[in-house]
Each structure stands twice: as C-alpha cells, then as structure tokens.
C-alpha cells in the first residue's frame, strides 16, 4: 500500500492511496487536506510530545492518549473515507512518501486494523524530490563524527562515541574514522564523507541542519547537492534530524538525495540518555545482523517496551529506507515438493526391493525347501501305498488308487490323501472302511 501525502500551493494538500494488490481503475480517491487544521494539530502534537518525554505515565495510559490523537489526525485527514489498511484482512506493507511541508507531521500515529503504522515493521517513510541519486559505489570506512555543539551535551557525546568506537574495534573489521569536537570542519568532513559506508553523527542538530561552531556555518543543502552513493547507512542520532518543513530542508531529506542508501534520524527533540543507549544498540544489532533494517526494528521495539519516555522516542525515530524485498517463498516449496517426491520415490523402490526379494530367492534355497517337500511327500506317499497294499478286498483297493489318480475339480491332491489317510487309519472293519470312503470321496 503506497500513501503519498502532496502539498498545494495553497498551504494546503492532498493524499492519494495505491492499492498494489488490485488492477488499475480509472478512478483514482484523493482526500483534500485542511492545511490550517492540520497545523493546528501539529501544534498541540509538539506540545503533547514534550510532556510525554518528561511523563512518568504508565504505557497503558500513554497508548490511551495516542490512540486519541491517531483518531483526531485520521477525521482531520481522511474524513469519512473507507480505509483499506483498516480492513481487517489488511496484511500489506505501507509505503508513505511525503512533501517536505508534510514530512514533520506524526503519520506513524495512524493506525490499521490491530496497530499503530510505527509499531509495523513493514512500514516505510519516504520523502518525494526532485533529485536523487540511484548510483552505487563503493566505500567501506566507518565515519564516526562528535559535535557536541551544547556545553551540556560534551560529556555524553564522548561517551557515545568512544563506546561505538570500541564495539567497531573489537566486534568488526571496519575501519573507522572519528572526528571529535575539535576536529569537526567543514573541509575534514568533505575529505572523509566519500569513502565512509557509515556515517554515525553524535551530537546537536537543529531542524535547518549540523552547526559546526569552528567555522560559525551549518552544513545542510550543500550536502543534497553533493554525490554520495558510497553511503550505505547514515545514523544522525540528534534532534529534529529528520525534520522537514516547508522553509526548511532537512538532514535526513540532504543525505537521502545524495544516494544515501538507509538514513536514520528523529522528527523531535530527543532524550541524551535514550540517544545513548540508541546508538550504540544500533550498530550492536547491525554488526550482529547485518541488516539496517532489522537493526532499526530491533532498537524501536526495545524502545517500545520501556516507559513513557522511550515509548514516545519511538514515534519520533524513523528510517527512511528501499524496500526490505521478502525472499521468495517458491524456492521453499520447490523444495518440500522435491523432498516429497524423493520420499515417495524411495518408498517405491523399497516396496520393489522387498518384491524382488520376495520373488528372487535364492536358488539353493528353493532347491532345498523343494528337496524337503519331496522328501515328506514321497516319505507320505510310501507309507500310504504300503496301507493300500494291505487291503484285502480288491475292489476297494481299486477304488482308492483310481481317487488318488485321476483330477478332481473339487478336491486337490493333498486333500484326497488325507482321506485316504483318514479312512484307512479307523479300527474298522473293510467294510465299513469302504463304504466311509464312498461317502468322503463322493463315488457314492
């Protein structure tokens, strides 16, 4: 699902919704956004934020209250449209790309059928330019830059970057680069930047760019002009450094135009102890990983679990990234077919080893259960013989050989000897003997 917020030169706007799962229709809905109301909003949002980040609210009272803001935004917005991403089936991910008028408003507070869009994590910020560059290149340092700028923020900004700069030492083999406070001008930067893959800036930042206090200028613009496609992930863990305004271009927006590929960064002020605690955990889940965006989503989630302050922190850290492409899934059942097919082709060939087993005996064996049966049979055959002789009456006696002779449909050869056998082994008389015979043997 792509959401593109789009400014009017009235102050106004509008936003549009792809659904990339239907066919194209040639009715395309758009909602008119009341730009005086949504500024407004804005407003009281930075006010409610600020308290929330001094709030010693519990979770279930801070959601309570987010969900009533994520309402007001969605009637301010939207209206009475039908929402597809509150279908209850809605399993999508959502792509939203704003006009830098927009890209301050807090659209991660919007909500789907079961979440708010900053607690998914499939959900996606962009921004929409003008220019971009979508060149690769090849780079593989680590640019670790500390600007501390306020007095205030000099100690944990030191802290920040010697604790990033021993995880890199002992956990990776990537070189690093750091520029400390007094190391910070514009020209080291420009000398450095275009051989990091990774740029991590600790320190200060306001919403129109990084303050370097040696030269007295702030770094921003020259930056989106500037060809940077060796950037593989850009981390500017300071305040308001993903903050766009109409006037106002921010870091997030330079470095993403440049070719930056992942640019992580903060809509709002941000606590010094949770920035901390963020940048290290960061590059910690990155090294562990090696995906930016697993990385991200690992930290937001921790962040989401803390309290009120850190839950709020949440909101406001965001990272514009491509597309974390799914593996295909074909491959998988590609696979399961194959090991099924395998499995029934080896349980075929089992049943035909068994048959031939069954089937192939060998020889010798045959050979000796045949010699054995013959034995017995012919063993059975002299003892009945010598009984037959015996017998004095010689119609009787002929009678006997010719049933044991000639075929007969209804009895097999086996059967007409136990007959016989039982006939002749009776205590009684010829006689009877004979006429018990006629009887079993169906001659009478």
């Given at each position: 699902m792509k959401i593109r917020i789009i400014a009017k030169p009235n102050q106004n706007g509008?936003?549009?919704?792809?659904?990339?799962?239907?066919?194209?229709?040639?009715v395309e809905i758009i909602c008119q956004i009341d730009g005086k109301a949504l500024?407004?909003?804005q407003k009281d949002w930075n006010q409610f934020i600020s308290r929330l980040l001094t709030s010693s609210a519990d979770l279930i009272e801070v959601k309570e209250k987010l969900l009533k803001k994520s309402i007001s935004l969605e009637q301010i917005v939207f209206g009475n449209k039908t929402l597809p991403w509150k279908n209850p089936n809605f399993k999508e991910e959502i792509f939203l790309q704003t006009d830098p008028e927009f890209t301050a408003y807090p659209w991660e507070i919007l909500t789907t059928?079961?979440?708010?869009?900053?607690?998914?994590?499939?959900?996606?910020?962009g921004i929409r330019s003008n220019s971009h560059i979508t060149e690769k290149g090849e780079a593989k340092n680590f640019l670790l830059i500390e600007n501390p700028v306020l007095e205030n923020l000099t100690d944990s900004v030191k802290k920040e970057g010697k604790k990033i700069s021993d995880l890199l030492e002992d956990h990776s083999s990537i070189p690093c680069k750091r520029l400390k406070q007094d190391q910070f001008r514009l020209a080291r930067f420009w000398d450095e930047i275009s051989s990091?893959?990774?740029?991590?800036?600790?320190?200060?930042?306001?919403?129109?760019?990084?303050?370097?206090?040696?030269?007295?200028?702030?770094?921003?613009?020259?930056?989106?002009?500037?060809?940077?496609?060796?950037?593989?992930?850009?981390?500017?863990?300071?305040?308001?450094?993903?903050?766009?305004?109409?006037?106002?271009?921010?870091?997030?927006?330079?470095?993403?135009?440049?070719?930056?590929?992942?640019?992580?960064?903060f809509l709002t002020p941000i606590e010094t102890e949770i920035a901390d605690k963020i940048g290290?955990?960061?590059?910690?889940?990155?090294?562990?990983?090696?995906?930016?965006?697993?990385?991200?989503?690992?930290?937001?989630?921790?962040?989401?679990?803390?309290?009120?302050?850190?839950?709020?922190?949440?909101?406001?850290?965001?990272?514009?990234?491509?597309?974390?492409?799914?593996?295909?899934?074909?491959?998988?059942?590609?696979?399961i077919f194959c090991i099924l097919l395998l499995g029934l082709l080896f349980l075929f060939h089992w049943q035909k080893e068994n048959e031939k087993k069954d089937i192939n005996i060998d020889p010798s064996v045959l050979n000796r259960a045949n010699e054995k049966t013959k034995t017995k049979l012919s063993?059975?055959?002299?003892?009945?013989?010598?009984?037959?002789?015996?017998?004095?009456?010689?119609?009787?006696?002929?009678?006997?050989?010719?049933?044991?002779?000639?075929?007969?449909?209804?009895?097999?050869?086996?059967e007409k000897y136990k007959i016989v056998e039982d006939v002749l082994s009776t205590d009684e008389t010829e006689t009877l003997k004979f006429y018990h015979f006629k009887q079993l043997s169906g001659i009478q």
């Open positions: 509008e936003v549009l919704w792809e659904d990339q799962s239907k066919v194209f229709t040639p500024r407004l909003f059928n079961s979440d708010f869009f900053f607690e998914r994590r499939n959900f996606y910020r990091a893959a990774y740029l991590h800036y600790a320190g200060h930042s306001e919403k129109g760019g990084i303050p370097i206090p040696l030269e007295n200028i702030l770094l921003c613009e020259e930056i989106g002009r500037a060809k940077l496609p060796n950037l593989k992930i850009v981390f500017l863990n300071s305040c308001h450094s993903a903050f766009e305004g109409e006037n106002t271009s921010g870091l997030a927006t330079q470095f993403l135009k440049s070719g930056a590929q992942f640019v992580l960064g290290t955990e960061f590059w910690q889940s990155y090294l562990k990983y090696k995906n930016p965006r697993k990385a991200f989503y690992n930290v937001k989630n921790k962040l989401q679990l803390g309290n009120a302050s850190e839950y709020a922190s949440s909101i406001a850290f965001v990272c514009f990234s491509p597309e974390e492409k799914q593996k295909s899934r074909n491959w998988v059942l590609t696979l063993e059975r055959q002299n003892s009945l013989t010598n009984r037959i002789s015996k017998i004095q009456d010689a119609n009787f006696k002929k009678e006997i050989y010719e049933f044991l002779k000639e075929e007969n449909p209804l009895l097999t050869k086996n």
